[in-house]
T-cell receptor
Framework: DQQVKQNSPSLSVQEGRISILNCDYT??????FLWYKKYPAEGPTFLIS?????DKNEDGRFTVFLNKSAKHLSLHIVPSQPGDSAVYFC??????????????????FGKGTKLSVIP | EADIYQTPRYLVIGTGKKITLECSQT?????MYWYQQDPGMELHLIHY???????EKGDLSSESTVSRIRTEHFPLTLESARPSHTSQYLC?????????FGSGTRLTVV
């Protein structure tokens, strides 16, 4: 049962326009969410995160929105640049006291969305 | 500058060989992880460690083994490589703010 879902395997956007990547989760015990960016043959790199006590976090061209009632988060990239072309993974962490398996700090990842920004 | 290092970056090896993928971190993190990822697929947790002398299997069954004798070092070993082990292997360590990943090892077993 997949607890973190990225339903769009791929997304193509024109350079300069907005890219919106979506992520849904099913476990209400998640309280911290992250986005990672991954280029081929490299490890994922941290992009931006948001705590469940917030509904928005912004860092330069990247903004993450969290809708707790809908169990949905989205990553907005404005303006999109060709260098943003990569696979983006959404990840979630359980709140303290709700751990299992690898315990605290273990992240549950979505399957990723491949973003292509067309020049 | 990377704080978590994986070697080798690329490895092509014959079936039946024993291999060890190295992972080291300089951040003093107790928690470390190994993930396996095929192109276009999700990240699968295959091993994790809470600290020295602590190792556990992850969600995805794997024929590999790991050890954690030192905090900074978390190597992964395949005793007898097979073509089905061809994949990208990602090592990560974590603290409260999230994971730091290494650059990965792309393993091809021929």
């Amino acid at each position: 049962d997949q607890q973190v879902k990225q339903n769009s395997p791929s997304l193509s956007v024109q350079e300069g326009r907005i890219s919106i990547l979506n992520c849904d989760y099913t476990n209400s015990m998640f309280d911290y969410f992250l986005w990672y960016k991954k280029y081929p043959a490299e490890g994922p790199t941290f992009l931006i995160s948001i705590s469940s006590i917030k509904d928005k976090n912004e860092d330069g061209r990247f903004t993450v929105f969290l809708n707790k009632s809908a169990k949905h988060l989205s990553l907005h990239i404005v303006p999109s640049q060709p260098g943003d072309s990569a696979v983006y993974f959404c990840a979630a962490r359980l709140r303290e006291g709700a751990y299992s398996g690898a315990g605290s700090y273990q992240l549950t990842f979505g399957k990723g969305t491949k973003l292509s920004v067309i020049p | 500058e990377a704080d978590i290092y994986q070697t080798p970056r690329y490895l092509v090896i014959g079936t039946g060989k024993k291999i060890t993928l190295e992972c080291s971190q300089t951040m003093g993190h107790d928690k470390m992880y190994w993930y396996q990822q095929d192109p276009g697929m999700e990240l699968h947790l295959i091993h994790y460690s809470y600290g020295v002398n602590s190792t556990e299997k992850g969600d995805l069954s794997s024929e590999s083994t790991v050890s954690r004798i030192r905090t900074e070092h978390f190597p992964l070993t395949l005793e007898s490589a097979r073509p089905s082990h061809t994949s990208q292997y990602l090592c990560a360590s974590s603290e409260s703010r999230g994971y730091t990943f290494g650059s990965g090892t792309r393993l091809t077993v021929v």
